[in-house]
T-cell receptor, first 115, second 112 residues
Framework: GAVVSQHPSRVICKSGTSVKIECRSL??????MFWYRQFPKQSLMLMAT?????????EQGVEKDKFLINHASLTLSTLTVTSAHPEDSSFYIC???????????FGPGTRLTVL | AQTVTQSQPEMSVQEAETVTLSCTYD???????LFWYKQPPSRQMILVIR????KQQNATENRFSVNFQKAAKSFSLKISDSQLGDAAMYFC?????????WGAGTKLIIKP
């Protein structure tokens, strides 16, 4: 089956620093990738949709200058949390759309803790 | 705008028995997909079952089956012969184009 990886799986950083999270589709080309945020015991909240080679589309209320998304290739999308603050602490999940079978596959998630 | 509602925050079932998780949705579109995803404690999202709205036949995957009622906009998941490994959060999701619209989730507890 199609596999999506995320790196790192856990990251702890100090307030004010920037953190980059990578999302890779390992065995397929993903024209579209999605970034979600999940709070404890809650559902997934879509942050943005990224298409290879173009600017990401952010959901209402998501600060695009804080959450920078780059979809530089058909297998890699990155989410950079800039000037992170404790309120940015959360579980971040990416998914990648496999066009040939019209299915989304999810990464294992990244737990971000900002001290 | 489309919405997905899961009215059961938590369900419990005895091992080997059957449980049904409820999901309703609201949409004005006629062509869409519905999904059930499982999120175990590892938090890896796993697709359980998928239903295309144009198909009248209910989808099944081994012990998992759905009851899709298009007119009622209902999409319930039945888990037969529940196993300890079925314990997880279950999310119902709707998709008409690329984006998934998520329900709030139901926590399924399996009693040994």
């Amino acid at each position: 089956g199609a596999v999506v990886s995320q790196h790192p799986s856990r990251v702890i950083c100090k307030s004010g620093t920037s953190v980059k999270i990578e999302c890779r589709s390992l065995d397929f080309q993903a024209t579209t990738m999605f970034w979600y945020r999940q709070f404890p015991k809650q559902s997934l909240m879509l942050m943005a949709t990224s298409n290879e080679g173009s600017k990401a589309t952010y959901e209402q209320g998501v600060e695009k200058d804080k959450f920078l998304i780059n979809h530089a290739s058909l297998t890699l999308s990155t989410l950079t949390v800039t000037s992170a603050h404790p309120e940015d602490s959360s579980f971040y999940i990416c998914s990648a759309r496999y066009p040939l079978i019209d299915e989304q596959f999810f990464g294992p998630g990244t737990r971000l803790t900002v001290l | 705008a489309q919405t997905v509602t899961q009215s059961q925050p938590e369900m419990s079932v005895q091992e080997a028995e059957t449980v049904t998780l409820s999901c309703t949705y609201d949409t004005s579109e006629s062509d869409y997909y519905l999904f059930w995803y499982k999120q175990p404690p590892s938090r890896q999202m796993i697709l359980v079952i998928r239903q295309e709205a144009y198909k009248q036949q209910n989808a099944t995957e081994n012990r998992f089956s759905v009851n899709f009622q298009k007119a009622a906009k209902s999409f319930s998941l039945k888990i037969s012969d529940s196993q300890l490994g079925d314990a997880a959060m279950y999310f119902c999701a709707y998709r008409s184009h690329y984006q998934l619209i998520w329900g709030a989730g139901t926590k399924l507890i399996i009693k040994p």
